[in-house]
């Protein structure tokens, strides 16, 4: 924590005031994302405006509050967590990733506390999408729907809520779906450029070269059963893989034209369900050793190449 005058509250720093941090999800494959991100966190290189979607929110938060111990744990560790989900989990109808425990309950009994003392002091930019399930509006929300600790984790929740696997939360008076079925469908860019941000640090989850393939028949009538009640649900999925494929070619342009370094995984061995603690750990080794690889990189495009004070 900086220093701060007696009876004045703490405020922390940051040294990337220019550029946006824009961080995709992936459910699990959010275990690479964070050992990129705590490469961040250790080489004390700190951004001034954070977004995300989906998992994407969890590690942005966890980035925000400078906890570099649960930045690892939310997406390794935990899984050694019996409440945390799987089959069970599902079969008993807390969905396969049971949200209602992820997001607060595990703060609550201690298990994977959050440093909000932290996450208040840090003057960060934060925002985070959601999608409405019922009007098919996509919602950015930022500080000032974060007031409480618990506020902030039903807007993580929300965004990361994945249709059929998680049970929804209500956010003022709407059921919220995952961020990824809004603007952009899953990559957050956007968010920073309706900010006025033209400089962009993009972590991605996905390799180059990767493209979201459509909607297949069998796909499309599961969609139509889980969502005969929503049909901008629905529509939101069945369009989704084109409208994540815009994104990408927007984000090459972003990046060809110089205003963004995209740090996209070499390889990655998870899936989004992946809850083998072994894999988690390697593909966060992965994350961490790449970003380790790039950072030379990291620091010319962030800081120039005559910044040698950081």
Request: overall charge negative; proline content about 5%; glycine content about 8%.
């Amino acid at each position: 924590m900086a220093d701060q005058a007696q009876g004045e509250p703490t405020v922390l720093k940051n040294n990337v005031t220019d550029c946006a941090l824009v961080i995709e999800g992936g459910a699990m494959r959010a275990s690479f994302t964070s050992g990129v991100v705590g490469v961040l966190l250790e080489q004390g290189i700190y951004f001034d405006y954070v977004c995300g979607i989906s998992a994407g929110t969890t590690v942005a938060t966890n980035y925000v509050s400078r906890d570099l111990k649960r930045t690892k744990r939310s997406f390794v560790d935990f899984v050694d967590n019996p409440n945390m989900g799987g089959v069970r989990s599902f079969l008993q109808r807390h969905g396969f990733f049971n949200a209602e425990y992820d997001y607060l309950g595990c703060i609550e009994d201690g298990s994977m506390p959050f440093d909000w003392e932290t996450f208040q002091a840090n003057p960060a930019e934060v925002r985070i999408q959601a999608f409405q399930k019922d009007t098919g509006r996509t919602v950015v929300w930022g500080r000032d729907h974060m007031q409480t600790m618990q506020d902030l984790m039903a807007c993580v929740r929300a965004s990361s809520t994945m249709p059929g696997i998680m049970k929804p939360i209500e956010v003022d008076g709407q059921v919220m779906l995952d961020g990824s079925l809004g603007e952009g469908a899953g990559l957050p860019t956007h968010i920073a450029e309706d900010d006025g941000y033209e400089k962009f640090f993009v972590i991605t989850s996905r390799p180059a070269g990767y493209r979201k393939p459509e909607v297949t028949n069998a796909r499309r009538k599961t969609i139509v059963k889980l969502f005969s009640d929503s049909p901008y649900a629905r529509n939101a999925l069945f369009t989704r893989p084109q409208r994540y494929n815009e994104a990408l070619d927007h984000l090459q342009e972003l990046e060809a034209a110089g205003k963004a370094y995209v740090v996209r995984p070499r390889e990655m061995p998870v899936g989004r369900t992946t809850l083998n603690k072994p894999e988690l750990e390697h593909a966060f080794m992965l994350g961490h050793e790449q970003a380790m690889d790039e950072l030379p990189r990291w620091r010319e495009f962030l800081f120039g190449e005559k910044d040698e004070t950081h």
